[in-house]
């Protein structure tokens, strides 16, 4: 995933109110453009091919899967790979992202719907995700958690 320079203004009076004003729009703008990419993407390869997300994780980034907590990224594709389906459909309903306390990294949280191949009704899920920038000028994720809502 191609990874977007971050800006930000720092001005404090007059004239520059408005520049730090668009500044952080673009930076809004930039933190949804990329949490947007990033979720099509995750989606897309969870639904077609599973243990290609292995390569979006880190050895150091942690999944908790209603309530499991599962530590890199060879034993998180191992737990996504194991998951008692095998064909699945996310459709998404919302997405919110923030600035993550790590410089430069974006809280994603996800909200939708998980409808299982041969099955009737659809699953509500939540998902969050921390996206941290690599060397690289991508991101993997960092933190994942993921949980069913059962209403």
């Known amino acids: ?43 897309n390869l969870f639904d077609t091919n599973r243990a290609a997300l292995a390569c979006l994780y880190d050895q150091t980034s942690m999944l908790s899967f209603e309530g499991q907590k599962i530590l890199g990224a060879d034993e998180i594709a191992r737990k996504l790979s194991q998951l008692p ?13 923030q600035p993550s306390p790590f410089v430069g990294g974006i809280l994603v949280f996800v909200t939708g719907n998980l409808h299982l191949a041969g099955e009737e009704h659809q699953l509500r899920f939540s998902q969050l995700f921390q996206l941290i920038p690599t060397q690289q000028a991508s991101f993997f994720v960092q933190n994942d958690v993921f949980r069913l809502n059962y209403c």
């Open 1 to 43: 995933m191609q990874m977007l320079p971050l800006r930000t203004a720092t001005s404090t009076t007059g004239g520059a109110r408005m520049d730090k004003d668009q500044g952080t729009r673009e930076m809004e703008e930039q933190l949804e453009m990329v949490a947007k990419a990033f979720v099509d993407h995750y989606y």
């Open 85 to 97: 389906f095998e064909q699945c459909k996310h459709s998404i309903s919302t997405v919110d992202c």
